[in-house]
């Protein structure tokens, strides 16, 4: 069993930056691939970016490459997401996402999701 806490959200203005965490547990979670997905009011879970067990491969959005990084920490399993030049549009609830396969992070289909972290950016 994987468990996931989210922290680091908070309310910041565009154009400012924010640090996301994701504290992983559970057994062999350094193996994991990570995944940050958020959702806006009344719109689905959107792919955020991911991250490779070992941090090598990653994948970003569209909509945040350039402004958002994603790494890991797997000595003290903890994947964090950079988030730079921030938008009204970023505005949203950040989830992590855990699983083995790396197809299945990417897909959102993977049971293991944190309770996620609220970001909020102002005008």
């Known amino acids: 069993q994987v468990h996931l806490v989210e922290s680091g959200g908070g309310l910041v203005q565009a154009g400012g930056s924010l640090r996301l965490s994701c504290a992983a547990s559970?057994?062999?979670?350094?193996?994991?691939?990570i995944a940050w997905f958020r959702q806006s009011l009344g719109k689905g879970r959107e792919f955020v970016a991911s991250?490779?067990?070992?941090?090598?491969?990653?994948d970003y959005a569209d909509s945040v490459k350039g402004r958002f990084k994603i790494s890991r920490d797997n000595a003290n399993n903890t994947v964090f997401l950079h988030m730079n030049t921030l938008q009204l549009e970023d505005t949203a609830v950040y989830y992590c996402?855990?699983?083995?396969?790396?197809?299945?992070?990417?897909?959102?289909?993977?049971?293991?999701w944190g309770q996620g972290t609220q970001v909020t950016v102002s005008s």
């Open positions: 559970g057994p062999s979670v350094s193996s994991y691939a």
């Open positions: 996402v855990a699983d083995t396969s790396i197809s299945k992070v990417r897909g959102g289909a993977s049971v293991y």
């Open positions: 991250a490779s067990w070992n941090g090598l491969v990653k």
